[in-house]
Structures are given as C-alpha cells and as structure tokens.
C-alpha cells in the first residue's frame, strides 16, 4: 500500500510538471522581454512601466488571445549597453532563444539597440524600442522591410524630429532672453552634445539652422556621455559669450554640467535635451545648481497631454516615488501598442500582428501615436511628430519643482495654438538677468 501511494504522489508530480510545460509551450503566458541598461535610470524606466502594465493586465484576468485570456509574464535582461554592444546582443539572445518571448521592449544607446534590433529581426520577434532615436532603426524598416518589419518605435520620436522639438525650444527661449534682457544683435548659442551616434545628426543640424533663426553658433563641443568634469567645456563657453547653451545629453554627462554651470553662475541659459534633468533626483544630484535648466521631456507633474496623461503619471508616482521619464513608456508599448493588436485579431503571430499595429492610430499617455511613412509610401514604423500627435513637452527646473513650460501658446500653422493643461512661465537664471541688466 505504501509503495503504491509513493508511485501516486510520484506520479502526480510528475503529471503536474508536464501540465506547466505544456501550459508554457502552448501559451498560456504571453512573454515579453524587457531589455535595457537596468543598473541605470533609462533601464530602470524601462522595467517600471512594463511592470505598470503587466500588472493591470493580469488584475484584469490578462489579455484575450482568441476565446482565452493570456497573463503576461515579464522576463528582465540586464543589456548594460552603456558599457559593452556585446552584453547588449548576448542579453537579447537569452532573451528570444532562451526565455522564447513573445515580444521584446526597451533598449537606449543606439549603437546597441541596432545590433539588439538584428537578432530580433532574424528571429521574427516584434520588438519596440523604448529610447534609442536614431533615425536608420527605422529606415532599416522602409529599406529591407521583410526583414525589419518586426521592428518599431515606442517612443521617443526619431533624432531628427528631437531636434526639431528642441530647435523650437531654443527658439522660445531666444525670444524671451532677446526681449527681457534687451540683447541687441543675434542671440548667441553653444551647442554642446554628447559624443554619441543618436546625436551626430545633431550637429550639421544646428550648424545648418541656427543661422536661419536670426541666431550665431559660437560652438561646438563634444564631451564623453559620461564624463564627470566638464568646466573646461564650460569655461570656454563662457568665454565664447553664449546667451544659450543647447544641450543635448542622454547619458550621465548631464548631471555635472548642470551642476558645474551653476556653480559657475555662467550668465547663459541651459536649454535642449538632458534626459537626467528629466528625472526626480536630479535636483539633489546637482544640489540645487541644475536649477533653470530646461529640457525637452515626455511628462511632469501636472501637465496634462490628454485623458490618459494624469491617471499614468499618478499612479506610476505613487508606485515608484516619481515621475516617470520616457524609457517608463514600455507601458504605453504594452497597454496601448501590443495588447490591442493581439486582442483584435486573437494572436500572437507576428507577421498577423505587424499588419495591423503599423495601421493603428491610436491614444497613449503622451499623446496619439500614428506610424510614418518615407517619401516613398513605404512604411517606416517611426512615430509622428507634430500637433494632434507626438510634441513632448518642455520642462525647467524652478526653485526644485521640475515644472512644464512648452508648449504653452505655440503657434505651429496659421490658426493653431498648442498649450498643455498646467503649463507655466519660463524663468531666466536671476545671475543672467543681473550680468545684462547692469
């Protein structure tokens, strides 16, 4: 009698360990991937908002795949691609041929993503890049389509429209330092970026346009994402006599050239991207000298793009102690992206997928997403910028509140004027307002 109760429990066990396989073959879980610099703020967005999301998927019962409901599993890969495109490419291997996930969202630094972008490619697995903003991870797309289909943009918008985002905030910015300061002749601008492949685009980008904004480069320089002392960049900048520095940083860089610049109280304004001053910590981790500056951004407190806008910010606030900054848009990738299209067409295919998600036009917390075409009619799978869609916003730093302050009465066209719920009035540095006001 023992012995055939231990051959039932033996074999109960073994019954139950076949069944979870072949649950796991046969997709009771939905898998997907969450890759990304996760020792560093941008990974750690990323794994945020996709927890966000899995979790109020599976509260819900899941996703309805056909005449089942799926929970969604979440499979952490640490890229550390700051440091090595080879960790990048080995985690999204684990990834697709390890862990089979079904779909894949994430990635930063461009030089990663796009060799992270192949071996998703060959394995045909969609895969949403949630921060890289290199324009060829999308004209990959229009180019070898059948290959790179599998592929698009989650946010945020390509390089090129960043720089047209920030062009526009430079030029806000001109105009107020011009009138309120009383500047006779052109606005002075040093243009300072990291010295990063998403970012070289930049530079014939402003050396070509400032020049037609009434505006005078004075500069350019190029320091490490990651250097920790930058006031010989800064002192020569002050030398240079700029009214604005344009910033575009997305890496650690940005903390000791905010903190470094206001300590050395240079009489310019710090305007562009700096994806660390996005972030809640940034105040202590510039100990107050990041004050004023102003940066393009996806969300702030209070600023509200649409219905979806508040209810996202809030909550992921109250989960995680801030606000959330764009890589944390893996949320809207999952929510609003991928959900959708497995639920309307009842599958986890992805050619079925990709045929209807590059058509959708639909909401997400940062306002409508509607993929693009190239000059061609071929479809690019990069996000729409402009009015009614994708702008970002702008926020500054204001006596340690990050606030918002564009678009707030931005005329793009004739008969439009865009302004964002809670925006405020941009400050200019007091010690500026004091140097040309003496």
Same mark, same amino acid.
């Given at each position: ?21 072949? @649950? ?28 966000? @999301? ?33 960790? @990048? ?20 630094? $461009? ?6 972008? /192949? ?73 300072? @970026?990291? %010295?990063?492949?998403?970012? /070289? ?78 972030? $809640? ?28 806008? $508040? ?13 959330? $900054? ?24 992805? /050619? ?64 439009? /004027? ?19 006001? %003496?």
């Amino acid at each position: 009698m023992k012995c055939f109760k231990k051959s039932m429990f033996v074999s109960a066990i073994i019954f139950l360990f076949t069944v979870s396989l072949w @649950a796991t073959a046969f997709g009771q879980e939905i898998k997907i991937g969450v890759i990304g610099p996760m020792k560093f703020v941008q990974g750690i967005g990323h794994w945020n908002g996709a927890t966000m @999301a899995a979790d109020e998927l599976n509260a819900k019962g899941g996703v309805k795949v056909g005449d089942k409901m799926m929970k969604i599993k979440l499979i952490q890969a640490d890229s550390n691609e700051f440091l090595s495109v080879t960790d @990048a490419t080995n985690a999204m291997e684990r990834l697709i041929t390890k862990e089979k996930v079904n779909f894949v969202v994430g990635g930063f630094r $461009t030089e990663a993503v796009m060799a992270m972008q /192949d071996i998703a490619m060959d394995k045909r697995v969609i895969f949403i890049g949630c921060g890289a903003a290199h324009p060829e991870l999308c004209e990959r797309v229009a180019k070898y389509y059948d290959q790179y289909k599998y592929f698009f943009r989650g946010t945020p918008y390509s390089s090129s429209d960043l720089v047209k985002a920030a062009f526009i905030h430079v030029g806000t910015v001109g105009a107020i330092v011009k009138q309120s300061l009383k500047i006779e002749g052109p606005i002075k601008v040093a243009f300072v @970026a990291e %010295k990063a492949q998403w970012a /070289d685009p930049m530079v014939p980008a402003v050396q070509a346009t400032l020049p037609k904004m009434g505006m005078e480069l004075v500069g350019v320089w190029r320091p490490s994402p990651v250097a920790t002392d930058v006031s010989a960049e800064l002192s020569a900048i002050q030398r240079a006599g700029a009214h604005i520095i344009f910033t575009i940083f997305s890496s650690s860089v940005g903390i000791p050239f905010a903190r470094q610049g206001g300590e050395l109280k240079i009489p310019a304004i710090q305007v562009g991207i700096n994806v660390e001053a996005q972030k $809640t910590e940034f105040w202590q981790a510039t100990r107050g000298m990041g004050n004023y500056v102003i940066t393009s951004n996806t969300y702030a407190e209070g600023v509200e793009q649409n219905e979806l806008t $508040t209810p996202f910010v809030e909550g992921y606030k109250k989960r995680y102690g801030e606000i959330p $900054t764009y890589t944390a848009d893996t949320y809207a990738a999952i929510i609003y992206g991928i959900v959708p299209a497995i639920e309307q067409t009842g599958s986890l295919n992805s /050619d079925v997928l990709v045929a209807i998600m590059e058509n959708r036009v639909y909401k997400v917390p940062s306002g409508t997403v509607r993929y693009t075409k190239d000059n061609l009619g071929r479809p690019l799978h990069d996000l729409t910028f402009g009015p009614g869609y994708l702008t970002g916003i702008a926020t500054q730093w204001q006596d340690g509140k990050l606030v918002g302050v564009w678009p707030n009465g931005w005329k793009p066209a004739p008969g439009v /004027d865009v302004t964002y719920k809670g925006m405020k009035p941009i400050k200019l540095p007091p010690w500026m307002i004091k140097a040309y006001k %003496k």
